[in-house]
């Protein structure tokens, strides 16, 4: 049995402004590495084995304090990356939702791709498999994979059996905290975007 502990990173100057996506060199703001510290503090008692990292920025800054709990270096992996929004990047919120594809976004997600970057489906494949991965190299371990909102909700969707088309029903607010059991039996979901400082299950 293997036991995730899936961590959306903490706030940063572009939260629910602006399609960050891929950019380098957007940081946690401080209230983000406030939040992450208390992420951290849930997880200081967990016996983790490994933490994994999206490669942006904010992750990584994430990720790193709550390896600093534990004395373990935080590793990334390329298919834990946030959305390829491609030309929408760094566009802001308000601008995308008056776009024909904003719709599509959020009515049709299985079928949709965003201008010159990734589909929904392709996220959520990279997304799973990376987790499928790690469930083969810690078949008995508690690890724990900082990510992106999306990212998470779509894995969450898909071991918790939700159609695609429905996993913005699924909460993942900044520094939450998902626990997600995977054995050979199937998946068990212990907690769903848990606020940082919350009880886990697990």
């Known amino acids: 049995m293997t036991i995730f502990y899936l961590v959306r990173h903490g706030v940063t100057s572009h939260t629910g402004h602006r399609l960050s996506g891929r950019m380098p060199d957007i940081h946690l703001s401080d209230a983000g590495r406030s939040e992450a510290e208390v992420a951290a503090s849930s997880l200081a008692k967990v016996r983790l084995k490994s933490i994994y990292s999206s490669p942006m920025d904010r992750c990584i800054e994430t990720a790193r304090i709550i390896a600093d709990k534990h004395g373990l270096p935080a590793r990334t ?100 905290i998902s626990v997600l059991s995977v054995t050979d039996s199937g998946p068990l979901v212990l907690t769903l975007n848990a606020p940082p400082g919350s009880p886990l299950g697990g």
């Open 77 to 176: 992996r390329r298919d834990l990356a946030e959305v390829e929004y491609g030309s929408w990047t760094n566009r802001s919120l308000k601008a995308v939702a008056r776009t024909k594809l904003w719709s599509s976004v959020q009515k049709w997600p299985a079928g949709t791709r965003f201008p010159e970057g990734e589909s929904f489906v392709e996220i959520q494949s990279r997304g799973v498999a990376v987790l499928e991965d790690l469930r083969i190299r810690h078949p008995k371990d508690r690890i724990c994979v900082v990510s992106h909102g999306d990212v998470i909700r779509l894995v969450m969707a898909h071991y918790m059996g939700i159609h695609l088309d429905l996993f913005q029903r699924i909460l993942v607010t900044p520094s939450s």
